[in-house]
């Protein structure tokens, strides 16, 4: 059993090291890295492994939903992935917001009702209700995930792969906030998603099977039983709200919040970082 464990690391290691290198390289990688974790056990050491190289603190969590065909086998109907400090970045009204894209990668914009944390989470509390998650939100705020991954089939891989490439996540944009959120109907927090101008999707933060505040319970448990409990100050987001749209560099996506405002945003490439 210890030589299983052990070879597990390993894998864990080699996977980690090889998404975090492309990453901080801003190269593609023609295919999983790697053998395929077995299950999400196997793929959240990996990550877990990729946040202790990425020299950064994480700021938040993506939440994605794991598809049908998947969701079964995997024991799971949500995932989750980190996000990092330097890949915030902040809205302003009529102002088109840059972000970087793998070139050869995975991209695409997600419209996203997110919560901001206002008090860490207890230490120790592996356990959570809907209502205890909401106890420690500030506020919502109307955002953006700048869905992005070294590997352009990521998706099609499936699950496993995006947990162990950081939820398949490279970065948020913070938009206006939604004032009264918790008095609200979800059906009515509305927005639309265009790219280059055209439609491309349009949904409610009620889309989100539970509504946001299921997403934002699940990984205040999942994170708290890996060591890794909510902050004050994190973004959670809850899901994309009018899909997973893909973009190429040069490309202009723009998304409506009814009643709040726009953010705007444009693909380019992704430089070395550090």
Partial sequence: MEAVRKTQ???????AQAFVSARLKGLSLPEFPGALPADLAEAYAVQDVAIALWPDEVAGWKIGKIPPEH???????SLA?????KDVRRFAPDKTVEYGIYMGGFAAVEAEFMFEIGEDAPPGKTSWTTAEAVAIVKRMICGVENAGSPLSTI???????VVSDFGNNNGLIVGPEVPDW?????????????IDGKSVGKGSAANVAGGPVEPLRFVA???AKRGLPLKAGMLITTGAITGIHDVGPGQIARVEFK?????QCTAIPLPVRS
């Fill in 9 to 15: 690391s390993l894998e864990a290691e080699t996977l």
């Fill in 71 to 77: 969701a079964v086998k995997l024991g799971a109907v």
């Fill in 81 to 85: 992935g980190p996000v990092f400090h």
């Fill in 155 to 161: 998706n099609v891989v499936g699950p496993r792969a």
């Fill in 182 to 194: 918790c008095e609200r109907d979800m059906s009515e927090l509305v927005c639309e998603t265009f």
């Fill in 221 to 223: 448990e999942l994170c």
């Fill in 259 to 263: 009643g709040f405002g726009a953010i």
